[in-house]
């Protein structure tokens, strides 16, 4: 009933057959390749496009639909069109779990992939597992390399979690100082970097002096200020929400103009916000990891500007129609490297239909070197067909003039760890 | 729920947060500017009862002319509209945002549209989508009398706004285009069905959008009166229509209090403040499916709550005034608490997803077309972090807060009756400075989901 290609209004998925809309509305492509008579590969995605997640959304519709555009218009995937189904999940595991089921059943999708948010991931992934459809995520969480999840969920487009932390512990400890005050909010988010962070930074032979957990509702932050040991070489902070500029006024005022320890922080906390914001200003001279630089690097590589333009992003990572929409650029990279990773193992199985999913997965699993290039924007990166997980290299940046300026890549190795689990050892 | 609840604490993996933008508003002396307008609130209505001297609220007359608008054209068009963007609604883009039907329906029908009807008066009534279809049955059927539906009074509005309410508030997506469209043919159906054998009146009284544009409309500055064949402009300060109105009914008044309990719940439901009442981790909001059930008891509640404190209200000041603030009349001043608060609540939706309505009825089919002639445009929310932009926004908000209630204060000063003892403005005058508050610390507290 839904979504036929010859309704009233035909379905955006048609209309995003071979020309790949973009997000520039009015637009939309005029180039349309001469397709041979192959059925068209149809990607499901799980787009946050209402709810909490509704802001990155945004972006990796448009990152994807970017991609889109560029892989049909060479050619497509092993010579087939590509289509992209977006359903909305509202940011919702609930819903989450439903759109697995709609984009397999109901729209006949070959495989899934875009998730972002993790609890949307944890409710959802059972659920592939189940119907046996390549569920392919890219929420940088551990819970993939954890084992916690199953054989048809991988996470191909993005480092997790886990990696990011622990790759930044030996520059903060040879650049910044060793003993780390951490401020988190006070959830699973905020755990994983004290407990991840706390581990790297001591095996640097630096210390967490201070753990100082905000409650998620707080808004208000000054009193928390006064737990800071006077010995704290390293503000270490990764507050998220509404409150963040708050905490960084406060925090300016509370230091005034006198003597501060170093600032590092992630750039979750202000990934689509411009630094350059008025009330940022304590935040100059502090640094921020970032996965993907949102200021273009001066030693960016060739890939970097094309990736850019495709996206519709300037050299600052905000749209190229507004200087204040900033990007949420750190992150969503992960749905360009997905897709370029669905193609080029979709054309290494010779997958061909439902009936080689899992032929397409073990096509997945024998993957290793990702080299950088327009695929890979963001850096290359080797994926571990056991633990299903990407690891790549990671960056620091500094604001310098209200910019974040990169000053640092670490090595793939920095962020590498034990394997938690051997997917390739269950059954499919 | 619960077992995904555990198996996320029992998993290492984290989630990632920094959903929710930085607030430029929870950086401003929100307390300051909160304290002002209560203090406004109080004073005008204290200057109101000691002065005796309130705005005269007339209307003026600007043009009058031959009624030449052929209605039956608006309607037609109504009912097409309808029916096209339904079909859009089943067959289109299950992306909400690339889908006509939602972006039409909950930027358009449910803002754009109230929002011009409290200044050019009630424009859905030339579009209701009913009436031509319902017309064009009666003569068919040749039937032209009624099954006493009118009887019910506005009850039946009152559920179908309170219905309405839970499935924009409350339900699991009210987004999604194809539940949307399936819910909206559902409901076109019933009224229809229900129009039909009571006649196309019946719906002033019993479908909810139409009681909802026809009172909301009641605050503009601009209307139209339609008699014999001749139509007057008119034009007056917003109320004007107000103090004309005759005293509501016992279910126009639970209209109302329907409308502004879940406007107030609609708020209170994103703030931070109940996201900690209910257990939930605004940053990591688990989403709409987990809260169903407290929620449902929060918009119930709100309900209640919004009729029990204007009742209270209303009795105290009778007892201290000696008599006078009969409900009928006064509750008329909440239509403009009500109007206010559609603004403020929606201001923020209509110029970010508002973008997205424009774009596809710039190009409906996503196919690169400008019906509108718009030149291409990204669709840009770069606005929400800009400090001036948001606080242009805020001065949006609170301007629409605060002349909602220093309107429904002048509006209660007038219709409470005349030769009463000036403490009764009392209950009232605090009722509506809470209302101020409550209303502005909505705007100005931290919020997520």
Redesign the interface.
């Known amino acids: 009933?839904?979504?036929?290609l010859t309704?009233?209004?035909?379905?955006?998925?048609a209309?995003l057959t071979g020309m790949g809309?973009g997000?520039?509305?009015?637009?939309?492509?005029?180039v349309r390749p001469v397709w041979a008579q192959a059925a068209p590969l149809k990607l499901g995605f799980q787009?946050h496009?209402?709810?909490?997640?509704a802001?990155?959304g945004?972006w990796y519709?448009r990152t994807a639909d970017a991609a889109l555009k560029k892989i049909n218009e060479a050619g497509g995937i092993g010579g087939r069109p590509v289509e992209i189904?977006?359903?909305?999940d509202?940011?919702?595991?609930?819903?989450g779990a439903e759109v697995v089921d709609?984009l397999n059943s109901q729209h006949g999708c070959d495989l899934i992939f875009g998730t972002?948010?993790?609890?949307?991931?944890?409710?959802s992934a059972p659920r592939a597992g189940e119907l046996k459809v390549p569920y392919l995520v890219c929420?940088?969480?551990?819970?993939?390399a954890?084992g916690?999840l199953n054989r048809w969920t991988l996470q191909p487009g993005i480092t997790d979690?886990r990696s990011q932390i622990s790759s930044m512990a030996p520059w903060v400890a040879g650049n910044l100082g060793k003993k780390v005050t951490m401020f988190f909010?006070d959830?699973?988010?905020g755990?994983?970097h004290r407990d991840f962070f706390t581990k790297a930074i001591e095996a640097q032979g630096g210390q967490v002096v201070a753990q100082i957990a905000i409650p998620?509702?707080e808004?208000s932050y000054t009193r928390y200020f006064a737990q800071i040991p006077a010995e704290t070489e390293v503000l270490y902070h990764?507050m998220?929400?509404?409150?963040?500029?708050?905490f960084v006024?406060e925090l300016g005022e509370f230091y005034g103009s006198g003597a501060k320890p170093q600032l590092f922080g992630f750039i979750?906390?202000?990934?689509?916000?411009?630094t350059a914001?008025?009330?940022l200003e304590f935040l100059e001279g502090s640094h921020f990891w970032e996965a993907h630089p949102r200021v273009k690097p001066a030693d960016a590589g060739a890939a970097e500007g094309d990736y850019r333009a495709a996206v519709?992003v300037d050299d600052n990572g905000?749209?190229?129609?507004?200087?204040?929409?900033?990007a949420t650029y750190s992150?969503m990279f992960s749905a360009w490297e997905t897709l370029h990773f669905i193609k080029q193992t979709v054309e290494a199985s010779g997958y061909a239909g439902v009936a080689d999913r899992q032929k397409l997965v073990e096509a997945m699993e024998a993957v290793t070197d990702l080299p950088y290039g327009i695929e890979r924007p963001q850096g290359a990166k080797v994926f571990n067909g056991k633990t299903h997980q990407a690891f790549g290299s990671q960056n620091i940046s500094k604001v310098e003039g209200g910019k974040l300026v990169k000053v640092h890549t670490t090595t793939i190795d920095e962020g590498k760890y034990d394997d938690g689990v051997d997917y390739t050892t269950m059954s499919f | 729920?619960k077992r995904?609840a555990a198996?996320?604490?029992l998993?290492?993996?984290?989630?990632?947060?920094?959903?929710?933008?930085?607030?430029?508003i929870?950086?401003l002396p929100t307390g300051h500017y909160i304290l002002a307008a209560a203090l406004t609130v109080a004073l005008t209505a204290l200057l109101g009862v000691l002065t005796d001297r309130l705005p005269p609220l007339q209307g003026h007359l600007l043009h009058e002319g031959a009624d030449l608008w052929p209605r039956m054209v608006g309607w037609t068009a109504g009912f097409i509209a309808m029916a096209?963007l339904l079909?859009?609604g089943?067959?289109?883009?299950?992306?909400?945002?690339?889908?006509?039907l939602t972006l039409v329906f909950w930027t358009g029908v449910w803002i754009a549209l109230p929002f011009a009807s409290m200044v050019f008066g009630d424009l859905w009534r030339p579009f209701n989508p009913w009436v031509a279809p319902v017309r064009a049955l009666r003569i068919a059927l040749g039937w032209r009398g009624s099954v006493g539906l009118s009887g019910l009074g506005h009850w039946p509005a009152v559920v179908g706004m309170a219905g309405f309410s839970w499935f924009q508030i409350v339900s699991?997506?009210p987004?999604?285009p194809?539940g949307l469209a399936g819910l909206m043919l559902g409901y076109w159906l019933v009224i229809l069905l229900l129009a039909v054998a009571e006649g196309e009146g019946w719906l002033e009284q019993g479908e909810f959008l139409t009681v909802f544009f026809a009172l909301i409309g009641r605050v503009a500055p601009v209307w139209r009166v339609r008699e014999a064949g001749r139509v007057q402009w008119m034009v007056g300060w917003p109320g004007a229509q107000v103090v004309r109105m005759a005293p509501l009914s016992l279910s126009q008044m639970a209209f109302i209090i329907v409308t502004l309990g879940s406007l107030s719940f609609e708020g209170l439901s994103e703030t931070?403040?109940w996201?900690?009442l209910i257990g939930e981790?605004?940053?990591?909001?688990?989403?709409?499916?987990?809260v169903i059930g407290v929620n449902t008891l929060g918009l119930l509640a709100s309900w209640g709550l919004t009729g029990a404190a204007i009742w209270a209200g209303l009795r105290l000041s009778r007892a201290l005034a000696g008599g006078g603030f009969a409900a009928g009349p006064v509750m008329l001043s909440f239509l403009a608490i009500a109007a206010g608060y559609h603004v403020a609540h929606f201001f923020v939706t209509l110029i970010t997803t508002g973008q997205y309505t424009?774009?596809a009825l710039?190009?409906?089919?996503?196919?690169?077309?400008?019906l509108l002639g718009?030149?291409?445009?990204?669709?840009?929310?770069?606005?929400l972090?800009?400090?001036v932009f948001m606080q242009a926004v805020y001065a949006v908000q609170f301007a629409a807060i605060l002349g909602a209630h220093l309107l429904a204060v002048i509006l209660t000063l007038k219709l409470a009756g005349r030769g009463l003892r000036n403490m009764g403005h009392l209950p009232m005058t605090a009722l509506m400075v809470l209302y101020t508050i409550f209303g502005l610390w909505l705007m100005s507290?931290?919020?997520?989901?």
């Not at chain 2, 981790?281 to 987990?290: D, I, K, Q, V, Y």
């Not at chain 2, 718009?374 to 606005?383: A, D, E, K, Q, W």
Request: with cysteine.
């Open positions: 009933m839904k979504t036929t309704g009233i209004a035909p379905s955006r998925r209309v809309a997000l520039i509305a009015g637009s939309a492509g005029l787009l496009a209402t709810g909490i997640g802001s990155y945004r519709q189904v977006y359903e909305d509202g940011t919702d595991p609930a819903r709609k972002l948010f993790s609890h949307v991931v944890m409710g929420s940088e969480g551990y819970h993939v954890s916690a979690v909010p959830y699973a988010f755990y994983d998620p509702t808004t990764v998220v929400g509404p409150g963040v500029l708050t006024k979750d906390s202000l990934e689509a916000v411009d914001t008025p009330g519709g905000a749209s190229v129609a507004d200087a204040k929409d900033v992150h | 729920m995904l198996a996320l604490t998993t290492p993996g984290a989630a990632l947060a920094c959903a929710l933008p930085p607030s430029v929870l950086t096209v079909a859009i089943f067959q289109g883009a299950d992306d909400p945002l690339h889908n006509l699991l997506a987004d999604d194809a931070f403040w996201m900690g981790n605004p940053l990591e909001f688990t989403g709409r499916s987990a424009l774009w710039n190009d409906p089919l996503f196919r690169g077309d400008s718009l030149p291409p445009f990204y669709i840009s929310f770069g606005f972090s800009d400090p507290t931290a919020r997520g989901a």
